[in-house]
């Protein structure tokens, strides 16, 4: 996975707590988003942004806050942790729009709410 | 409502053989699909992609099909190797506006030696 980062791997949280899971990336890249992978449902959008200081909502945007104040850094927060929101979590990113952009994703993180 | 589907959750192939992974969806604006691949514990990494104005892209012993009129495509490995186990996703997106992934929810192919 070339250059997106995030932080932390594996967190478990209690119902009520709050979090926010970091992603960095180096590559310049404009386009930044967040996903999470559920057993069946494959990767679902949760929030993009196509520039610093831009951001829009995805598919299951509920439950999460984001915000792009730098171009490298696209943190993803959990406001108060359901256990709904038990998931593996994906940051990725690419350059602007274009045909054919190749979009990298991070390691994952790992979220269990109890 | 699920745009982009990947009905067979598994697919067991033997080594040296085809694997032929297949994905159907509903929208027919998507301008590109791609297809990631996936191993446990890591995130998905991009491995081949098709524009809708083509019906066919190779990469090595990867072949991306389109086929447009079924909103249709399909991934052929040929031969297939152990390496090869891992899920795939295929994703399609709107070149208009946001650059928005939709996936569809993955096939687990298994090569056996």
């Known amino acids: 996975n070339a250059g997106v980062t995030q932080t932390p791997k594996f967190q478990v949280l209690k119902t009520g707590q709050s979090m926010t899971l970091q992603c960095a990336q180096d590559?310049?890249?404009?386009?930044m988003s967040w996903y999470r992978q559920d057993p069946g449902m494959g990767l679902r959008l949760i929030h993009y942004?196509?520039?610093?200081?831009?951001?829009d909502q995805g598919e299951v945007p509920n439950g999460y806050n984001v915000s792009r104040s730098t171009t490298e850094d696209f943190p993803l927060r959990l406001l108060s942790a359901a256990p709904s929101q038990t998931s593996v979590y994906f940051c990725?990113?690419?350059?602007?729009?274009?045909?054919?952009?190749?979009?990298?994703f991070g390691e994952g993180s790992w979220l269990t709410v109890v | 409502d699920q745009q982009v589907k990947q009905n067979s959750p598994s697919l067991s192939v033997q080594e040296g053989r085809i694997s032929i992974l297949n994905c159907d969806y509903t929208?027919?604006?998507?301008?590109?699909f791609l297809w990631y691949k996936k191993y446990p514990a890591e995130g998905p990494t991009f491995l081949i992609s098709?524009?809708?104005?083509?019906d066919k892209n190779e990469d090595g012993r990867f072949t991306v099909f389109l086929n447009k009129s079924a909103k249709h495509l399909s991934l052929h490995i040929v031969p297939s190797q152990p390496g090869d186990s891992a899920v795939y996703f295929c994703?399609?997106?709107?070149?208009?506006?946001?650059?928005?992934?939709?996936f569809g929810q993955g096939t687990r192919l298994t090569i056996n030696p």
């Open positions: 990725a990113s690419s350059y602007q729009v274009s045909s054919g952009n190749t979009i990298y």
């Open positions: 590559m310049n890249h404009e386009y």
């Open positions: 942004s196509v520039g610093a200081g831009i951001t």
């Open positions: 929208n027919s604006m998507f301008d590109y």
């Open positions: 098709i524009s809708s104005i083509k």
């Open positions: 994703a399609a997106y709107l070149i208009q506006g946001a650059q928005k992934l939709v």
